[in-house]
């Protein structure tokens, strides 16, 4: 069945640099890949979309990269800032009416 | 002001009796989900509806139970014999049939059963 691997160790940066989050897939890719900020005790919030023939999407200071040969998307936040600490979450759509959630990967930004 | 609603936000309950938590949406979207997140694991779904009158069982549906009677409710019920149901709920919704639209999640109910 398909796996979806996040880090779960907690990335800490420093305010200002660019925090870069990964997530990995097993078996095959899906059709589409999307990413979700949680804060805690409250539900994940939408923030990108990417499809399986995009290589990069881009909103605002926020990046994803979709390679389906490394079978992997990363999730960059540009100039970052202590706001942006929450934990960040992939979720695989693999052409079926559900998704498939990673467990997520908490990023804490220090001034 | 559209979203989706969850009540209560914190549900305590003795073990062996039923509690039915609420989700209610004004998006007017066809899809909702109902989703379970322990400490350390992703979200798992426990049942899903595309459209009224009509839902599917998830991955973790066991003790669980729905009910897509109106296109604005999808109320779930955890009954006694969910071996282990304290635990965070979230309920979503989306405006399409296809997975690939996004998620609205509520704010979440965070049930105890001791």
């Known amino acids: 069945s398909q796996k979806i691997e996040q880090n779960s160790e907690a990335l800490n940066i420093q305010e200002g640099k660019t925090a870069t989050l990964t997530c990995n897939y097993t078996n095959y890719s899906p059709a589409y890949l999307q990413w979700y900020r949680q804060d805690p005790g409250r539900g994940p919030v939408f923030l990108l979309l990417?499809?399986?023939?995009?290589k990069e999407k881009r909103k605002e200071r926020l990046k994803v990269t979709f390679d389906t040969t490394l079978k992997q998307s990363l999730f960059h936040i540009t100039a970052s800032q202590p706001a942006d600490s929450a934990t960040y979450l992939c979720?695989?759509?693999?052409?079926?009416?559900?998704?498939?959630f990673g467990t997520g990967t908490r990023l804490q930004v220090f001034p | 002001d559209g979203g989706i609603t969850q009540s209560p936000k914190y549900l305590f309950r003795k073990e062996g009796q039923n509690v039915t938590l609420s989700c209610e949406q004004n998006l007017n979207h066809d899809a909702m989900y109902w989703y379970r997140q322990d400490p350390g694991q992703g979200l798992r779904l426990i049942y899903y509806s595309q459209i009224v009158n009509d839902f599917q069982k998830g991955d973790i549906a066991e003790g669980y139970s729905v009910s897509r009677e109106k296109k604005e409710s999808f109320p779930l019920t955890v009954t006694s014999a969910q071996k282990n149901p304290t635990a965070f709920y979230l309920c979503?919704?989306?405006?399409?049939?296809?997975?690939?639209?996004?998620?609205?999640f509520g704010p979440g109910t965070r049930l105890t059963v001791t």
């Open positions: 979503a919704s989306s405006d399409g049939q296809l997975s690939h639209h996004e998620q609205y």
């Open positions: 979720a695989l759509d693999m052409g079926t009416d559900k998704l498939i």
């Open positions: 990417i499809r399986e023939n995009e």
